[in-house]
Nanobody, 127 residues
Framework: QVQLVESGGGLAQAGGSLRLSCAASGRTFSSYGMGWFRQAPGKEREFVAAISRFGGNTDFGDSVKGRFTISRDNVKNTVYLQMNSLKPEDTAVYYC????????????????????WGQGTQVTVSS
């Protein structure tokens, strides 16, 4: 089992940047594929980014491609989401999630693939 704790959310202006962190504890972090999702009020949970166990594969949702990057540090047991060129429509609660499912695939785009979730961190982007 793994516990996930997100941090780094807050208020940013449009065009600004934030970096989210997700610290993991429990079983070996490198056993897990990791994902970031977000959910705005009244909307479904949306895929943001995913990364394979050792970082060799990454994918992004269409709405964040070219603006967000995902990375991980398996020594620090942490996955990061660097968010640049923020837009008001990026406002949401951001969640990190972990999965033991292999191999890395487009299944990582689906919330159903993930077993473990953090509590979420609010990101608000003002215009």
């Amino acid at each position: 089992q793994v516990q996930l704790v997100e941090s780094g959310g807050g208020l940013a202006q449009a065009g600004g940047s934030l970096r989210l962190s997700c610290a993991a504890s429990g079983r070996t972090f490198s056993s897990y594929g990791m994902g970031w999702f977000r959910q705005a009020p009244g909307k479904e949970r949306e895929f943001v980014a995913a990364i394979s166990r050792f970082g060799g594969n990454t994918d992004f949702g269409d709405s964040v491609k070219g603006r967000f990057t995902i990375s991980r540090d398996n020594v620090k047991n942490t996955v990061y989401l660097q968010m640049n060129s923020l837009k008001p429509e990026d406002t949401a609660v951001y969640y990190c999630a972990a999965t033991l499912q292999l191999p890395y695939s487009t299944a990582y785009y689906s919330p159903a693939t993930y077993t473990y979730w953090g509590q979420g961190t609010q990101v608000t982007v003002s215009s």
